[in-house]
């Protein structure tokens, strides 16, 4: 039995080539199939050149267990969230490699109601059931329906771009232009044909498109804008275009990245506080989820506003179990990824800047001012990655030095600890030797730089 590597802790994603190929893609289609005994299955991929292959691959191992494909086309991550809720069916997989390098792909599966299949509720074993490759033989013997599925393609973009409107008020919008850059990915047929809608509906939203048309190859470099060498094309597009803002996403634009009208990246944590305010001024008394490695921003906003905020696990299948526990309106995690409850608890980078676009346009401020006072308020160098020797003996390390005076230590993902007037997060990376600090303070930017130099001289000191 060969393992198979391409399977990770929250979803499947590999080198192309030995760790993911057509016949990879078949067996787990077959496996995802034997496990879920879905009626149907959506399926959808985004760009890349091996996407329809693997799509494929997928779709006929999912028939030959009997069961029926949905295929929805070119797509980014969440409309797959979307159709299966929209279409009522019991799955669905999107094939996509994110911002991963080009010579890799991968596949995010869910089941019905877009519930997460992570490691922990069945990942392993459809990679068990793959690796063992016995389907045929359990089929023969539970009874399971022995008539190939049936395969259709349909276009589900129409509905799902009316979803997103229905997070803001389109009486509330005031003329804006807005940058945005898709980076090549899949998120341009999205903003065509909102567009569109923009159009028919007299929603006096522009946009000044840059990097716009999918393209297999990046032209531009792989899509991922957390990564500060890929933000000079949608910052200097804002200020040539003089745009309100401007919105960068990653290949399946699951995450999107904002500038304001300065070309200014905005770090995702200031994000979370801006959203979590969006809802909560229309939402009192609910629940915002938040992960630990950075907090006191988005505490002390829903605390303003009678909310509640609930600290999570880092990583979207614990955000999203903890937003189905609390009934949480909204949860955010500063690497861009945004989650809300009536998108089925499930992440998405369009419903973020529609609702930012409302913000701007009711408060009457720029971006720029609206994150500035929180900027100052609790100033943060942004999260900062260290490779080291062993993650977890220095994790315990830092925790030995800096434990004595503090007033709270929470591991729920690494280790936070707090004091008065600053904080600290190190967790380490779960699929590399790397470590990484999040640290904010209480409006003192000398305190940030001076603990930030702290940490980092401790972290890369040898034991």
């Not at 599925?149 to 003329?175: A, F, M, Q, W």
């Not at 792989?222 to 094309?233: C, W």
């Not at 690497?335 to 009711?362: K, N, Q, T």
């Not at 408060?363 to 020797?389: A, C, Q, T, Y």
Request: net charge negative; glycine share 8%; aromatic share 8%.
């Amino acid at each position: 039995m060969n393992e198979l590597t391409c399977f990770k802790a929250y979803d499947i994603r590999g080198q192309l080539g030995d760790e993911l190929n057509a016949d990879i893609a078949y067996k787990i289609g077959r496996a995802y199939a034997d496990f879920l005994q879905p009626e149907s299955v959506v399926l959808g991929g985004d760009v890349r050149e091996t996407s329809e292959e693997l799509k494929m691959a997928l779709a006929n191992g999912i028939m030959d267990a009997g069961f029926d494909v949905i295929d929805i086309g070119m797509t980014g991550t969440e409309e797959v969230y979307f159709a299966v809720q929209h279409l009522k069916v019991d799955g669905g997989i999107e094939v996509t490699a994110s911002h991963n390098p080009i010579d890799y792909n991968g596949m995010k599966p869910v089941r019905k109601g877009s519930r997460p299949i992570s490691g922990d509720t069945g990942l392993l074993e459809i990679k068990r059931m793959a690796e063992e490759n016995s389907y045929e033989l359990r089929a023969a013997g539970n009874g399971q329906k022995d008539k190939k599925g049936s395969y259709r393609k349909i276009s589900i973009l129409v509905e799902y771009v009316e979803h997103l409107l229905t997070y803001i008020d389109c009486d509330n919008i005031k003329p804006l232009k807005l940058v945005v850059n898709s980076g090549n990915g899949a998120a341009g047929h999205v903003v065509d044909e909102m567009e569109r809608l923009f159009k028919q509906k007299n929603i006096p939203i522009t946009f000044v498109k840059i990097h716009h048309e999918a393209d297999p190859t990046f032209p531009n470099g792989i899509p991922n804008p957390i990564l500060v060498e890929n933000r000079a094309a949608t910052s200097k597009a804002v200020l040539e275009s003089g745009a309100d803002f401007g919105i960068a996403w990653d290949g399946d634009f699951d995450r999107c990245f904002l500038f304001d009208e300065k070309g200014e990246f905005i770090e995702g944590y200031y994000i979370v506080g801006l959203l979590a305010e969006a809802f909560l001024a229309k939402n009192r008394n609910e629940k915002v989820i938040h992960d630990p490695r950075l907090t006191w921003n988005t505490i002390e906003i829903a605390n303003k506003l009678q909310g509640k905020a609930i600290q999570s696990k880092t990583g979207h299948a614990f955000i999203k179990e903890r937003m189905r526990h609390e009934d949480a309106v909204y949860g955010g995690e500063m690497s861009a990824h945004h989650y809300f409850r009536d998108f089925g608890y499930c992440d998405s980078g369009m419903i973020p800047w529609l609702l930012v676009a409302e913000l701007i346009c009711l408060k009457n401020k720029p971006l720029s001012e609206l994150v500035k006072e929180r900027i100052e308020k609790f100033p943060s160098p942004g999260e900062i990655n260290r490779k080291v020797k062993n993650t977890q003996a220095t994790i315990q390390r830092i925790e030995s030095i800096y434990s004595k005076d503090a007033l709270l230590i929470d591991k729920t993902d690494g280790i936070s600890i707090e004091y008065p007037d600053w904080r600290f997060n190190l967790r380490a990376s779960n699929t590399e030797p790397v470590i990484r600090l999040n640290l904010e303070t209480r409006g003192d930017l000398e305190l940030m730089k001076i603990k930030t130099e702290e940490l980092l001289a401790e972290i890369e000191r040898e034991v």
